[in-house]
């Protein structure tokens, strides 16, 4: 059996199925029940293995010198007291602008990307409103 050489899309993928058993854990830690002590901790250290066996990849992965992003990393993986690093900027405060909106209650300033489609609920509300107005 052939082993496949790994990229950084298979560490995405390796990051994420860490992140899911972190959850996974938490949960059975925190949420599931079991009949008795033993049957809980059976299930966490099979779990664990599984999660072990996954880091052991990733991080053989990333020695190889494997592209990652420290955002993608799961919190389980970033060192203390780190924040993860993020590519967008921070959001800018919103300006508060004075706008003037016409008499109907649907009009919107801006478009929908749905207009003219079976998604657009603005037509859909209008025709309704028109509707009951008539009855």
Same mark, same amino acid.
């Given at each position: 059996?052939?082993?496949?050489?790994?990229?950084?899309?298979? !560490?995405?993928?390796?990051?994420?199925?860490?992140?899911?058993?972190?959850?996974? /854990?938490?949960? /059975?830690?925190?949420?599931?029940?079991?009949?008795?002590?033993?049957?809980?901790?059976?299930?966490?250290?099979?779990?664990?293995?599984?999660?072990? $066996?996954?880091?052991?990849?990733?991080?053989?992965? %990333?020695?190889?010198? %494997?592209?990652?992003?420290?955002?993608? /990393?799961?919190?389980?993986?970033?060192?203390?007291?780190?924040?993860?690093?993020?590519?967008?900027?921070?959001?800018?405060?919103?300006?508060?602008?004075?706008?003037?909106?016409?008499?109907?209650? !649907?009009?919107?300033?801006?478009?929908?990307?749905?207009?003219? $489609?079976? !998604?657009?609920?603005?037509?859909?509300?209008?025709?309704? !409103?028109?509707?009951?107005?008539?009855?």
């Amino acid at each position: 059996m052939a082993i496949a050489a790994g990229d950084k899309y298979q !560490l995405r993928s390796l990051h994420e199925e860490i992140a899911l058993f972190d959850r996974k /854990l938490a949960h /059975l830690a925190n949420h599931e029940k079991f009949a008795s002590d033993e049957e809980r901790d059976a299930a966490a250290r099979k779990m664990t293995t599984k999660r072990n $066996t996954l880091v052991a990849t990733a991080r053989r992965l %990333v020695s190889e010198g %494997v592209e990652f992003n420290a955002s993608e /990393l799961p919190k389980s993986l970033r060192p203390e007291g780190s924040e993860p690093a993020t590519s967008e900027p921070a959001p800018e405060a919103p300006v508060a602008q004075k706008s003037v909106r016409a008499a109907g209650p !649907l009009q919107t300033e801006a478009s929908s990307p749905y207009a003219g $489609t079976a !998604l657009d609920w603005q037509a859909s509300m209008q025709r309704y !409103l028109a509707k009951k107005k008539r009855a």
